[in-house]
Nanobody, 118 residues
């Protein structure tokens, strides 16, 4: 049983920064990839960033390149999302997703709200 939990959301002014964290847990579980998605009210889910677990390669959605940084604590099966230069358009519920060896994002957290005021 894999559990995924995000934390760190909150309210921040435009131009500010916020950091999110996500921990995956489960006996003998090793992720293939961990990623962040977001969904703004009334919008469809959008890819934000991903980290390939074995290689450490990082990928970013176009809208956040240069502003957001994904990182990991390998031993803790935890990923972080450092968000800088936040804009009102970044307001969304941010979800952490975990892929196992099936390479599909089968495990999701409950989401954490990020609100950016302008």
């Amino acid at each position: 049983q894999v559990q995924v939990a995000e934390s760190g959301g909150g309210l921040v002014q435009a131009g500010g920064s916020l950091s999110l964290s996500c921990a995956a847990s489960g006996p003998s579980f090793s992720p293939y990839a961990m990623a962040w998605f977001r969904q703004a009210a009334g919008n469809e889910r959008e890819f934000v960033a991903a980290l390939s677990w074995n290689t450490g390669n990082k990928f970013y959605g176009d809208s956040v390149k240069g502003r957001f940084t994904i990182s990991r604590d390998y031993a803790k099966k935890t990923v972080y999302l450092q968000m800088n230069s936040l804009q009102s358009e970044d307001t969304a519920v941010y979800y952490c997703a975990v892929a196992d060896r099936s390479e599909a994002y089968d495990y999701w957290g409950q989401g954490t709200q990020v609100s950016v005021s302008s």
